[in-house]
């Protein structure tokens, strides 16, 4: 079973596909944090995205691994787990920006591919539904208001006791759907046959439900 839930920033995807994978015994897992991670990568190493031979060179100085860790997917640079440090605002712009880049989508391809075909999976991310997972068995667009967005980002922030500016996390949201739903590789944009789910006025218990009620059996 594979079930694909994309959708732009901020609108619940990973809390929502988690639960619904924890539900059902399935993995979850998170692409963005792949994309985060190579993003990480080179905001560290100050590699410049737009020059094409720096990223190739980048690309082939980096390895990113998945493992799971009592049931949680655990994102590993060159032998580190960067979980936690991947989840920083400025890692997401990072990650928007080199995920604009062929090289850097093709690198993560296999990796995703390889952890749908073995088992069960609720994979999310921007082009699960239109790319990676074509034949998935259940296909959702999960979106929410940009306001709503941004106040879920903001409060979620705060409970982690990480810096959190409600107006700047609203721009951010904003540039960055704009950035990935404009760039010419994958782009995101609803699968013609996934299901468009809006979660601003649903709780987060309704979402899952109206999911799983959705999964072939
Ligand atoms: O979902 P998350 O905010 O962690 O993703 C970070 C960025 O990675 C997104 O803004 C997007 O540009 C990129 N991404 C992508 N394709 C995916 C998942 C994430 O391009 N499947």
Redesign the pocket.
Known sequence: MNIAIDGP?GAG??TIARRVAKEKGYIYV????M??AIGLYFMNEGVDAENAAAVLEALAAIQVEIKYEAGEQQVYLNGKNVSKKIRQEAV?NM??KV?TKQAV?DKLLDLQRNLAATQDVVM?????GTF?LPNAELKIYLTASVDTRADRRYKELVEKHMPADLEEIKRDIEA?DY??MHREI?PLTQAEDAYYLDSSALTIDEVVAEIIRRIPQ
Do not use: F, H, L, P
């Open positions: 920033a995807k990973s998170d692409t963005g944090a994309y985060r997401g990650a928007s995920a989508r999310d991310g921007r082009d699960i990676v960055r950035q990935d994958a």
